[in-house]
């Protein structure tokens, strides 16, 4: 094999598709390496809904949403909560340059690719608290037509051609252990071959060593994202501000979403700042269908389900479906346990239920204008009925009374009284017999339905929960999904990896997740949703744009 290129990128998902093709674009001999099958080229971004984060956009404008930089800026940095001055020193100027790239030129950049959005924008992470704090203030959620395949698409398709004309070599298999310094510039990596594997996308590979390799580039950049299939890995950066980690906890990634890659670019001199910022959902359900180890899926929730902890006890303001991921988190772990619950019915399922992921959503990711319009029909999705038919953490019933019974069944733990639920929940119902409420939650879902996109396919009609008509009741129980970390490897506005002295680490660049999708953390404390594959993109554009400039 050749062992003398202009650049090396670690790790084949979406970051490192960007930016390799961006390197090639310039004329740059890349080497494209990753330790998983050519199957599992593109990624997490593959098994994404193919949410993005974007500001007055013509999606926004059709439903009459008025958005502008400004608002988005507001947003983002009430969200972030920056205050620490120096590791978040470059995630604060990244995340000021993605807002101008996301209110700016990135539908163009897109669109000329040929990625097209759902006419519908979701109004994903709403806050709940003043207007300066968490929260997008209006819809920016724009769903890629074809889900995360089809934003990873544009990418490998130039990735493909790269490699069919000799600018980029690609080899799966191939995991980096060691990065080559010399004279204190990373010049190139080393590592092992693994033996060759049939598995598919997202299941888990063999990690039998068949040989070595040993390359050297003037570029090194790592994309190979962060640390959310690795149990041990979240639990040992867990934030306390957040309580004790889940003893029991799904995985929303695959598990060589391992982290490894952070260590040993940390040992080549990167600095690691924000560990203990991550994103963890509280929506999950065991998958019926697994894939990886512990399979998770996130319920996207509309506003309307009640939401109970473990015993039974609604949880407070404003930690309603869709409304704070982090706060209701934090909220949950008090609790001590690591499950919750929702109660709902049937039409709130119809409705308000969608499963994140590609593979969740057939008719997006397939393109199909008639299975999507079929979502307006009676009754829930295929993907969604599929859970409720064989999930283990659904439970259905024709009153109250057995779906409590069904509850307590279901943990064996028997926490649930009868006449405290009934209690909240005639209590809530009771709200619903005038147009105005002291109850902020009906408040929160009456207002959604101002907005066009949520009144056609996104929040049920106002109902109560115990009028037969609006049954049979469901009861699904949540748990604790890991997904991305929002720390990562320090870098400045070019992508080039800091070190502990603040200077750059010459040769060394880093982008996507691994680097907290720019800057070491441009989310801060809290995301926007959204921003996680756009940071992929933004940071992989920037690092392979900078690094072929570098090179020269």
Known sequence: MEREFDAIVVGAGLAGLVAAAELADKGKKT?????????????????????????DSPEQRRLGVKDSKELALQDWMGSAEFDRADEDHWGRKWAEAYVDFAAGEKRAWLHGMGVRFFPIVGWAERGGYLAEGHGNSVPR?????????????????????????????YLPRHRVDRLIREQGAVVGVSGSVLVESDAARGEASSREIVGEFECYARAVLVTS??????????????????????KQMLSGVPAHVDGRMLGIAEEA?????????????????????????????????????LWLDARGRRLPAPNFPGFDTLGTLETLRRTGYDYSWFILTQKIIEKEFALSGSEQNPDLTGKSVRQVLSRVLPGPTAPVQAFLDKGEDFVVAGNLGELVTGMNRLTGEGLLGFEEIERQVLARDREMDNSFTKDLQITAL??????????????????????????????????????????????????????????????????????????GGMHGYRALEGTFLGGCLFSGRTAGRAAAEDIG
């Open 31 to 55: 080497l494209l390496l990753d330790q998983e099958p050519e199957a599992s080229l593109g990624g997490q971004a593959w098994w994404s809904f193919g949410g993005l984060f974007l500001v």
């Open 141 to 169: 959620f724009h769903i890629v037509w074809g889900t995360g395949p089809a934003i990873v698409a544009p990418f490998e398709r130039r990735v493909r051609e790269h490699r069919d004309g000799g600018r980029i070599v």
């Open 225 to 246: 994202g962060g640390i959310g299939g690795n149990p041990d890995l979240v639990r040992a950066n867990w934030p306390a501000r957040l309580g004790q980690p889940p």
């Open 269 to 305: 001199g990167g600095r690691i700042v924000n560990r203990d910022r991550m994103w963890h959902y509280t929506e999950g359900i065991r998958n019926w269908n697994p894939i990886w180890p512990s399979h998770g899926i996130r319920i996207l929730p509309g506003p309307s389900s």
């Open 446 to 519: 009456r207002g959604a339905r101002h907005y066009k996109g949520d009144k056609f396919i996104r929040v049920a009609r106002p109902h109560k929960l115990l009028d037969p008509k609006n049954g049979p009741l469901i009861a699904v129980r949540l748990h604790i999904v890991s997904r991305k970390t929002l720390g990562g490897l320090q870098t400045d506005l070019s992508g080039r990896a800091l070190g502990a002295d603040g200077q750059p680490v010459p040769g060394l660049y880093a982008a996507g997740e691994a680097s907290g999708f720019g800057g």
